[in-house]
């Protein structure tokens, strides 16, 4: 009786190297933008416009100052008679011949982009946990049918239910608020959520459940318990999934919102300076806008490593 030994091919040390040096290449490549993004907040508006573009320039807080702040024009004599400037701000806008008006619309979109983003993760996470649980371990009724249906709604463009949406929600009174913004973000959000959370939940042994029950546990308590624990590393790589879209997503944020509900990025593109756009303060108010987004995912970036690989290794 013979068997036949299976070893596994290490890579080389060139294939390596080889390898590393395309990962670091499109990680470099990858970021530029976003580097190039920072780098104009901190110019001024000539600098921002300049050509060829400037590597080296003087840094200012203009860009943010100009974000989160309105001005107005007013005569050197005017100017003259305010005083010393209170601020860095203060300072920075009085070198342009302007003063300080009031604070701008920013910060206000910025948080609507907080609640609506998180609200709409945290309801389509809990409830395509709910569902995928319910489709892994009971015998649904045309199961697959229902899935493919869940799936297909994120098939269709968003402008394909655009008007039925926007008429829908002008009936409701749902236009420009964060209910509406978060119903919204969830239902398209939910289907995604099943599909990654089922695959998750597929993996771990009925068995645990099983002998839970039988110590006392009703189904909910083993759910709660014993899966839920289980599946954290599934429902942190979800959740950065579902936040990206809500935290990105444009096309309806523009369409169903314009004042109390309006997101940032809707509003970034509308900051205009004296001579047109912007350019330094549309940067910073992206910079920052990053800023949550790329906090939250370095936070669970350990879950979403052993999210995405579970299951790879596991029997």
């Given at each position: 009786m013979s068997s036949t030994a299976h070893s596994v091919v290490e890579?080389?040390?060139t294939s390596k190297r080889i390898a590393a040096t395309i990962v670091v290449a499109y990680a470099v490549i990858t970021m530029i933008p976003l580097i190039w993004i920072v780098l104009t907040s901190f110019?001024?508006?000539p600098d921002s416009i300049s050509y060829p573009p400037k590597i080296v320039f003087q840094p200012t807080l203009e860009g943010y100052c100009n974000?989160?702040?309105t001005r107005t024009r007013q005569t050197a004599e005017y100017i003259t008679s305010l005083g010393a400037p209170t601020s860095t701000c203060d300072e920075i806008t009085r070198s342009r011949n302007m003063v300080i008006a009031g604070p701008s619309n920013?910060?206000?979109r910025f948080q609507n982009s907080l609640v609506i983003a998180f609200g709409s993760t945290f309801l389509a996470v809990s409830l395509?946990?709910?569902?995928?649980y319910g489709f892994s371990r009971f015998k649904v009724p045309l199961a697959e049918d229902l899935l493919f249906f869940i799936l297909s709604t994120r098939m269709?463009?968003?402008?394909?239910?655009a008007i039925p949406i926007y008429l829908m929600y002008r009936q409701l009174g749902l236009s420009d608020t964060a209910l509406g913004m978060i119903l919204l973000y969830t239902a398209v959000n939910v289907s995604l959520a099943v599909w990654l959370l089922k695959g998750f939940i597929d993996e771990i042994p009925r068995e645990y459940e099983e002998a839970a029950m039988i110590d006392g546990y009703t189904r909910m308590q083993a759910f709660f318990k014993v899966v839920l624990p289980q599946a954290t590393t599934g429902i942190a790589a979800t959740a950065i999934f579902c936040l990206i879209f809500a935290w990105n997503e444009y096309a309806f944020a523009v369409l169903l919102t314009s004042g109390a509900a309006q997101t940032a990025p809707p509003f970034i593109p509308t900051i205009i300076g004296e001579g047109g756009q912007d350019w330094p303060a549309v940067a910073?108010?992206?910079t920052i806008f990053v800023v949550p987004i790329l906090v939250f995912t370095i936070l669970l970036r350990k879950q979403l490593l052993r999210g995405i690989t579970f299951g790879a290794v596991r029997k």
């Amino acid at each position: 009786m013979s068997s036949t030994a299976h070893s596994v091919v290490e890579p080389s040390v060139t294939s390596k190297r080889i390898a590393a040096t395309i990962v670091v290449a499109y990680a470099v490549i990858t970021m530029i933008p976003l580097i190039w993004i920072v780098l104009t907040s901190f110019k001024s508006p000539p600098d921002s416009i300049s050509y060829p573009p400037k590597i080296v320039f003087q840094p200012t807080l203009e860009g943010y100052c100009n974000l989160f702040t309105t001005r107005t024009r007013q005569t050197a004599e005017y100017i003259t008679s305010l005083g010393a400037p209170t601020s860095t701000c203060d300072e920075i806008t009085r070198s342009r011949n302007m003063v300080i008006a009031g604070p701008s619309n920013y910060w206000p979109r910025f948080q609507n982009s907080l609640v609506i983003a998180f609200g709409s993760t945290f309801l389509a996470v809990s409830l395509g946990t709910l569902a995928a649980y319910g489709f892994s371990r009971f015998k649904v009724p045309l199961a697959e049918d229902l899935l493919f249906f869940i799936l297909s709604t994120r098939m269709m463009p968003p402008i394909a239910v655009a008007i039925p949406i926007y008429l829908m929600y002008r009936q409701l009174g749902l236009s420009d608020t964060a209910l509406g913004m978060i119903l919204l973000y969830t239902a398209v959000n939910v289907s995604l959520a099943v599909w990654l959370l089922k695959g998750f939940i597929d993996e771990i042994p009925r068995e645990y459940e099983e002998a839970a029950m039988i110590d006392g546990y009703t189904r909910m308590q083993a759910f709660f318990k014993v899966v839920l624990p289980q599946a954290t590393t599934g429902i942190a790589a979800t959740a950065i999934f579902c936040l990206i879209f809500a935290w990105n997503e444009y096309a309806f944020a523009v369409l169903l919102t314009s004042g109390a509900a309006q997101t940032a990025p809707p509003f970034i593109p509308t900051i205009i300076g004296e001579g047109g756009q912007d350019w330094p303060a549309v940067a910073a108010g992206t910079t920052i806008f990053v800023v949550p987004i790329l906090v939250f995912t370095i936070l669970l970036r350990k879950q979403l490593l052993r999210g995405i690989t579970f299951g790879a290794v596991r029997k």
